[in-house]
């Protein structure tokens, strides 16, 4: 049986970014020939809609581009990943680079200028402080050996 990988949907060609595409990446079939894909979409499952205006984390809170509070909805979609990775005994995940609810190692900074800091997405650290490896796009040679 082959081992279970959560996965950022997007990142596998669902258009569930905020911006209504994805993140597809280009080796995918080769990933599935490792691993039972499990895929989530924190923000979609926190019930945001797509598209939706981009959010960035502000000290402890997610604010979107015109100043809403989604700190709720980013926390929602978190704590029903955890759900499902621990239902499903998942051991390692691979979330999405930057964004706010999947970034394993950099967030943009708040400012909605582009600019990125060393940080965690909402849904990666909760995965993260439960046990699970999380890897970024970035790493994915990591999981493919
Ligand atoms: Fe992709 Fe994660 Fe953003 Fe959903 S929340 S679109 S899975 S990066």
Known sequence: MKQKLLISACLC?????YNGKNNKIPNL??????????????????????PRDP?????DLVLSNRGKNVTEYFKSGAYQTLEIALKYNVEIA????????????????GSFTGKKIAGMGITAELLRNNGIKVYSEDEIDILLH
């Open 29 to 50: 079939e080769v990933l599935e020939n490792f691993y039972d894909l499990i895929l989530v979409c924190p923000e979609v499952m926190g019930g945001l809609s797509t």
């Open 13 to 17: 060609g669902k258009n569930t970014k």
């Open 55 to 59: 959010s960035e984390i502000k000290g």
């Open 94 to 109: 691979l979330l999405k680079e930057s964004s706010p609810s999947c970034g394993v190692h950099t967030i943009y900074d």
